[in-house]
């Protein structure tokens, strides 16, 4: 969980938002009377033109961080940081969707709404199936919440102060009861940045293992708990990796390595400022943990270049993503924010303000120097993608130093769209989307073959007047073409953002944009040569 400005002083940020906000029943979490679920299929509509149609987003209201992700009974449950009074940060509570298939989702009431002594900042889920917790029945195990207390005035703690709670449902994630020995872990003394818990079943041990941040010291503390509600500290991870913002939302996960018996172990680390594309960011680990530590291997060094650190992501809006406890299938399904603090809270989406980016799921591989991961769409998004989209298209086009108009047939606002660029004599090559009638504007997603670089570039793809710092490209070094010599691109296109995934994910750009709603062409361009595009399209 960030501070939309991470060098505001917490207490006052706090002290301001508190005011504004109304307690809720001391029984439960759900503040006074809750609006109907709202379904799922909003699409995109002139009053409203950013809207995604592939994107978890609110129908209203300001939405940030992922929280509390947990697949259960069927259902994938997405909890958030969400204002649920205005379009802007604040009044932390957290919201809820849910989704059978990861792209329809279904808004629910507000989950745990703020009070003027506490917001409710990031955290997790787990089902306690054996309710060790006690706070539930073995007939009927409860689903545990633990978030962040952000104290405000009369609080449990002083105000400005973070500590880590616990709430629990007995119905499935509709109504959830705070426990009342809420905080249940906190620092001596007490700190302002000691948030963002994530816990996890460590089977060898035989207990949960929590991770947490001081974030502006940039160290990821560990601890343990057989019940969930008492903890007992096991070790700091610091010193390692970017350091230039805040650390947020660590999250440990184990994971095989692609084509081997072996096992690691995964850090993934958000950081706010300091990221691989200027403002928010996030970059991961890889070593082991004996239960107690975690140690990284190959790790770059804290004074190093930005890109010598390992990053999910090297677009400027992925930020925040946090695996689904007990998704189906071995690899770990993350779901993060597509967003970036240094304009997010500017962006000229109304009545709505931020989105999740698709679900994706990771794979470890053993690199040249060090292990890596690859990222993909998650299977159960890319399987309801394709269920919603209409007749695939196809065109393959040998073109010389030109660009050259893909057709009506290519034309939209959103669609699912497999690249393949065979750069020949040229020095690059690429797609233009959302492009303007009279191709002054548009996205581009292109391949320099002397720099072997992959970049998105949204400078003139639209509204840019609303922040300073929405940077106007986004690159990233991709050394090797397919064996082939070939380069394979897989690119979510949605009403106000794009997904670039590389060679099966490799490297990804993630970046939102906001085009005129008339733009709705595609293009295909080579620069000095010729070279062979085929392009496939599923329009969503």
């Known amino acids: 969980m960030t501070y939309p400005n991470p060098l505001l002083s917490r207490r006052r940020m ?49 939405l940030n961080d992922p929280n509390g992700l947990v697949y259960h009974d069927g259902t994938y449950h997405a909890f958030y940081q969400y204002n649920p009074r205005a379009n802007s940060w604040g009044n932390m509570s957290w919201g809820h969707s849910t989704s059978t298939d990861l792209v329809h989702w279904e808004q629910q009431p507000v989950a745990m709404e703020a009070s003027g002594e506490e917001e409710i900042f990031s955290g997790c889920m787990v089902m306690d199936t054996k ?9 009927n195990p409860p689903m545990v919440a633990l978030y962040t207390s952000a104290y405000g005035k009369n609080g449990a703690l002083p105000q400005g102060a973070q500590a880590q709670s616990v709430a629990y449902s007995l ?36 207990y949960w293992v929590m991770t947490t941040v001081v974030a502006d ?20 991870f610091s010193g390692a990796g970017a350091q230039g913002g805040l650390w947020e939302v660590p999250e440990l996960v184990r994971m095989n390595v692609e084509g081997s018996t072996a096992k690691k172990w995964v850090m ?16 991961y680990f890889v070593g082991e943990f004996d239960g107690t530590h975690f140690t990284a291997e ?33 690899k770990p399904v993350l779901l993060g924010w597509m967003g970036n603090w240094d304009y997010a809270q500017h962006v000229p989406t109304t009545p709505w303000r931020g989105s999740m980016a698709i679900p994706r799921e990771l794979t470890l591989v053993r690199g040249v120097h060090r292990y890596e991961l690859r990222s993909a769409i998650a299977t159960a998004a890319r399987e309801a993608l394709e269920r919603r989209s209409g007749e695939v298209r196809r065109k393959n086009l040998t073109i010389g130093s030109s660009v050259q108009d893909l057709g009506a047939d290519f034309t939209g606002r959103s669609q699912l769209i497999e690249l393949e660029l065979d750069l ?25 073959k002397e720099t072997r670089t992959l ?25 090797s073409a397919g064996s082939d010599g070939k380069v394979r691109l897989t690119i979510l296109l949605d009403a106000s953002s794009v997904e670039v995934f590389a060679h099966d994910g490799v490297a990804v750009i993630s970046d939102t944009f906001f085009p005129d709603w008339d733009a709705t062409g595609s293009s295909v361009f080579s620069v000095d040569g010729e070279s062979t595009i085929s392009v496939q399209s599923r329009p969503l």
């Open 131 to 139: 309710n060790a917790s006690g706070l539930g029945s073995a007939e």
């Open 171 to 206: 119905d499935g994630g509709t109504k959830w009861q705070k426990y009342q020995g809420n905080p249940v872990l906190n620092l001596t003394p007490t700190n302002n940045n000691f948030r963002d818990p994530k816990v996890f079943w460590y089977e060898p041990g035989q």
């Open 14 to 62: 706090l002290a301001a938002s508190a005011a504004v906000v109304v307690s809720f029943a001391a029984a439960s979490c759900t503040a006074g009377p809750t609006p109907s679920p709202t379904p799922a299929g909003r699409t995109p509509t002139p009053s409203d033109p950013w809207r995604p149609v592939a994107h978890l987003t609110a129908e209203k209201n300001w």
């Open 298 to 330: 190959n790790a770059a060094a804290p004074d190093a270049p930005l890109s010598d650190s390992q990053w999910l992501d090297h677009g400027a809006d992925y930020y925040a993503a946090n695996s689904i406890t007990g998704a189906p299938g071995e």
């Open 268 to 283: 993934l680390l958000s950081i706010n400022p300091g990221g691989i594309a200027g403002g928010s960011g996030m970059q």
């Open 424 to 448: 020949g004599s040229s020095k690059e090559a690429g797609i233009i989307l959302r492009q303007s009638s009279d191709g002054t504007s548009g996205l581009r997603v292109s391949y320099t």
């Open 217 to 236: 010291a940039q160290v990821v503390k560990l601890f343990k708990s057989t019940d969930l509600l008492h903890w007992d500290y096991l070790s700091d």
């Open 455 to 479: 970049k998105v570039d949204r400078s003139q793809a639209g509204t840019t007047n609303f922040s300073e710092k929405f940077s106007p490209y986004h690159q990233v070094p991709l050394p």
